[in-house]
C-alpha cells in the first residue's frame, strides 16, 4: 500500500478547468490556495478535448493546467479520462455502445455510454492512457492516478452479443466443463439445461423468473469484467510511472451494489471513495460513518481518502437538499474520523451548463460571498489543524460481516420475502453501535477474525462452507458470534442448505428452523420481554440454545424470536427476526458487554465518538449532531486540536453542532 505525497490531510475537489476559459484559471488556483486546497483531480472528463479525432491528441490544455498547479504548490491527482468517450469513437464503433436488459440499445451522449467488455473501448482506453502515462508519468505535479471516475455508476451491466461472449469465457474459467456449470445452476429446473456453451446469454429480460444461480454468476461476472479494465490500465500506467501510486474511486454508498469491493480494494494503491448523503434519511450521519468503516475495513485499516463529496445539494435525487448549518464541516470530518486521509469534493467550481449544473461545489454559483466558500475556507484551516492524525488507523473490537454476494443474493427475486434489503439490515443492526460509541470494522466473511470479541453478521443468506466455518470457529474459541435471520440458507451456488435453516450455523447456532413466516409490510408482532418485531419471523426449534425472547402474537406465539446458546468457550445468538430499534438496542448492548466490549466514549443522544489511533497518541473525534452542547470525558489531558486548546480536568465542551477532536496521548 502506498502512501501520498501530499503532507496532512489533502484537501481538494475535482478539478475541471476546462468547463471554464483560461482567464478564469488563474482565480481558481488563488483561491485554492485561500482555501488550503493542497490536491485536485484533473482530466476526468476530458477525452473529447485531449483526442479530437482518433489517434489525433492536443495535451497543450492538460500541460497548462498541470503546470499552474504545480507553480501553486497544487497537487494533481491525474485522471484516465475512460469514463466518457468521445462521440467519434461511437460513430466509429457504434457496437461498443450498450445495450438494457430488455435489450434497448443506449446512446451516446452522456457519460459511462460503453459497453465493458466491447474491445474497441479496450483498445480506445488503453490508448489513451498510454498516452497521458507516457506524458505525464514523471511530472513533478502529478501524485496519484485517478483510473476511470467510480467504475460501474451507469454500465455496470451490458446484455449485447459482445457480454455474452465475454460472459462465456468468465463461465469456462469458472466451471471448466457443461457439466459442472449445470449443476451449479440447476439447470434440469424448468429445462434449462445447457448442451453447449453458445446457449449461454446473459440474464436478459425473460417471462418468469431467471435462474437465480445464472443471475448471481452474471453480477459476479459484471464486477469482474470492469475489474479487468481498471487493471489494465493501472498496468499501463505502472509500466511508465512504477511509483506513482493508482487509485480509481470507490461508491461505497446506499444504494450502490454493482461491484464486489473485496475482490476491487486489494488492486488498488490507495484505496479511495465517493459519498454522498440521501435527502430521505434524516439521519444521514450514521450513513457516513458506516461508508467510512466499511472504506476504511476495505483499505485493509489503513487510511484512504474521501474523493468526492458534495458541500451541499447534489441534483440527482427526487429533491436535492441543501446542507444545514455546520453540516459540511461535520460530514467532512466525519469522514476524517473513520479513517480519511484526504477529504475532497464535487467539484471545485460549480458548472454553469451541462447535465450537473444544479450540483454544489467548494465554489457556488453565487461566489466567494457565500456561506459554502466561508465553509470551504474554514474546513482548509480544520484540516491543516488536523495533520498529525494523518496515518492514525481504528480500534474496533466489533467487526459486521459485509459480502457482496450474500446482498446480491438475498435480494433476487423469488425469495420468501421481497423485503428484505441486505444494506438496511446492516444499518438496522449499526445504528445501536454507532449510538452507543462502539467502533465497528466490517469483514469478509472468510476474514482473520482474531483481533475481534464480537462479530455480526446481520444478513449472510449466502455463505460457502469455509466461511460458516470460519464464523463458527471463532464462536468456538471464545468469540461471540450473532447471525441474523435467514443466514446460512444456500451455498454459493444459491442451492438451499437441507434440514432446516438457517441451515451453515444451525448446529454453532443450537437451533433448527422447520418453517418461515415473513411479516407483512407494517405488519409487526410482540415479544415476551418487551417491544416488538417486524419483517421476518421463523418457526425456531431449540436444540441447545436458550430463548431470550419469544412471539407474543401472530401465527408463532410463545416460539423463540432470538436464542442464545455456549458454543465451545465462545456464545452465539440467532436474531431470527428484525426487533424493534430500542429492543434489538438492548439485545447489542447485552452482546458487548458479556463480549466485553467497551464503547469508544459514552455520550450523550446525538453526539457521535470515534477515536483513531495514532503511533503515541489516540485522537478522539467527538461531533456533536444535537443542539445542546455536550460535557464529555476525555481519558487525560490532552490538547483540542481545531482550537489549539489546551484539555484538562478530565472533559471537554463539545458545542451543539460543533466538533471536537482531542489529542490523547498514550502511555
Ligand atoms: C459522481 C461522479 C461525479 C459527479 C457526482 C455528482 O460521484 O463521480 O462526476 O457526477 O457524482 O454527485
Known amino acids: ?69 504545480h507553480e501553486n504548490g497544487i497537487a494533481a491527482d491525474l485522471a484516465t479520462p475512460t469514463a466518457a468517450p468521445p462521440a467519434w469513437f461511437f460513430r466509429a464503433h457504434p457496437d461498443a455502445l450498450p445495450v438494457d436488459r430488455d435489450g434497448r440499445g443506449l446512446s451516446y451522449g452522456s457519460r459511462q455510454t460503453f459497453c465493458p467488455s466491447s474491445p474497441a473501448y479496450r483498445e480506445a482506453a488503453l490508448r489513451i492512457t498510454g498516452e497521458l502515462a507516457a506524458r505525464y508519468a514523471d511530472h513533478p505535479a502529478v501524485v496519484m492516478w485517478h483510473i476511470h471516475n467510480e467504475y460501474g455508476c451507469h454500465n455496470a451491466e451490458c446484455y449485447c452479443d459482445e457480454s455474452a461472449a465475454a460472459f462465456r469465457r468468465w463461465l469456462r474459467v469458472k466451471y471448466d466443463d457443461l457439466a459442472a456449470l449445470n449443476a451449479a445452476w440447476g439447470t434440469t429446473f424448468w429445462s434449462q439445461w445447457y448442451y453447449d456453451w453458445d446457449e449461454i446469454i446473459p440474464p436478459r429480460a425473460t417471462g418468469a423468473v431467471p435462474n437465480p444461480t445464472h443471475q448471481l454468476d452474471w453480477r459476479r ?27 480509481t474511486n470507490f461508491m461505497v454508498m446506499y444504494n450502490f451494489d454493482a461491484l464486489d469491493y473485496w475482490r476491487w480494494a486489494p488492486e488498488l494503491d490507495i484505496v479511495s471513495n465517493d459519498h454522498y448523503l440521501q435527502s430521505a434519511d434524516p439521519e444521514s450521519e450514521i450513513d457516513i460513518a458506516l461508508s467510512g468503516d466499511l472504506v476504511r475495513s476495505l483499505a485493509g485499516g489503513r487510511p484512504w481518502l474521501l ?72 474546513l482548509g484551516a480544520d484540516l491543516k489543524a488536523l495533520a498529525e492524525v494523518r496515518g492514525s488507523t481504528g480500534t474496533a473490537k466489533v467487526a459486521i460481516v ?81 447471525v441474523g435471520f435467514h443466514s446460512g440458507a444456500v ?49 425456531v426449534h431449540l436444540a441447545g440454545a436458550e430463548a431470550i425472547t419469544s412471539y407474543t402474537s401472530g401465527p408463532l406465539t410463545e416460539v423463540p424470536a432470538v436464542t442464545r446458546h455456549p ?46 489511533r495514532g503511533a503515541d497518541a489516540d485522537y478522539l473525534f467527538l461531533i456533536n449532531h444535537g443542539d445542546r452542547d455536550a460535557e464529555i470525558e476525555v481519558s487525560c489531558d490532552g490538547a483540542e486540536l481545531l482550537t489549539g486548546n489546551r484539555v484538562e480536568g478530565g472533559t471537554v465542551t463539545v458545542p451543539a453542532g460543533d466538533v471536537v477532536v482531542v489529542r490523547e496521548p498514550r502511555g
Open 1 to 69: 500500500m502506498s502512501t501520498l505525497k501530499v503532507p496532512g490531510i489533502a484537501y481538494g475537489g475535482d478539478y475541471n478547468p476546462e468547463q471554464w476559459p483560461e482567464e478564469v484559471w488563474a482565480e481558481d488556483v488563488r483561491l485554492m490556495r485561500e482555501a488550503g486546497v493542497t490536491m485536485v483531480s484533473v482530466n476526468i472528463f476530458a477525452w473529447a478535448l485531449l483526442e479530437p479525432r482518433e489517434g489525433e491528441y492536443d495535451f497543450s490544455r492538460l500541460d497548462r493546467i498541470l503546470a499552474l498547479l
Open 221 to 247: 461476472f459484471c464486477s469482474d469484467e470492469l475489474l479487468s479494465l481498471y487493471k489494465a490500465e493501472r498496468e499501463v500506467l505502472r509500466e511508465a510511472a512504477p511509483s506513482v501510486p493508482a487509485t
Open 307 to 378: 474523493m468526492e463529496h458534495s458541500t451541499g445539494a447534489v441534483n440527482w435525487q427526487p429533491v436535492n437538499r441543501a446542507k444545514n448549518a455546520g453540516e459540511l464541516r461535520r460530514n467532512a470530518l466525519a469522514h476524517v474520523a473513520r479513517g480519511a486521509d484526504g477529504i475532497a469534493y464535487f467539484q471545485w467550481r460549480a458548472a454553469k451548463a451541462g447535465a450537473e449544473q444544479w450540483h454544489s461545489a467548494m465554489l457556488p454559483h453565487a461566489g466567494t460571498d457565500s456561506q459554502i466558500w466561508r465553509d470551504v475556507v474554514a
Open 402 to 482: 459485509w459480502d457482496w454476494n450474500a446482498w446480491w443474493s438475498v435480494e433476487l427475486a423469488s425469495q420468501p420475502s421481497g423485503e428484505v434489503r441486505f444494506q438496511d439490515l446492516v444499518r438496522s443492526w449499526y445504528e445501536p453501535l454507532w449510538r452507543a460509541g462502539v467502533a465497528v470494522d466490517f469483514v469478509r466473511p472468510d476474514a482473520d477474525l482474531s483481533a475481534y470479541r464480537l462479530v455480526l453478521a446481520p444478513s449472510l443468506y449466502l455463505v460457502d462452507d469455509e466461511a460458516a466455518a470460519n464464523l463458527t470457529r471463532f464462536a468456538e474459541s471464545g468469540g461471540t458470534l450473532a
Open 491 to 539: 451455498d454459493e451456488n444459491c442451492h438451499v442448505r437441507l434440514g432446516g435453516y438457517p441451515g451453515a450455523f444451525r448446529k454453532a447456532l443450537g437451533v433448527r428452523t422447520d418453517e418461515l413466516f415473513p411479516l407483512l409490510p407494517g405488519e409487526s408482532v410482540g415479544l415476551s420481554e418487551g417491544g416488538t418485531a417486524g419483517l421476518w419471523s421463523e418457526r
Open 567 to 612: 458454543h465451545g468457550t465462545g456464545t452465539t445468538w440467532y436474531v431470527a427476526t428484525l426487533p424493534d430499534p430500542t429492543t434489538l438496542a438492548a439485545l447489542l448492548d447485552r452482546m458487548c458487554t458479556e463480549a466485553g466490549v467497551e464503547p469508544v466514549r459514552v455520550t450523550p443522544e446525538g453526539v457521535e465518538a470515534a477515536l483513531r
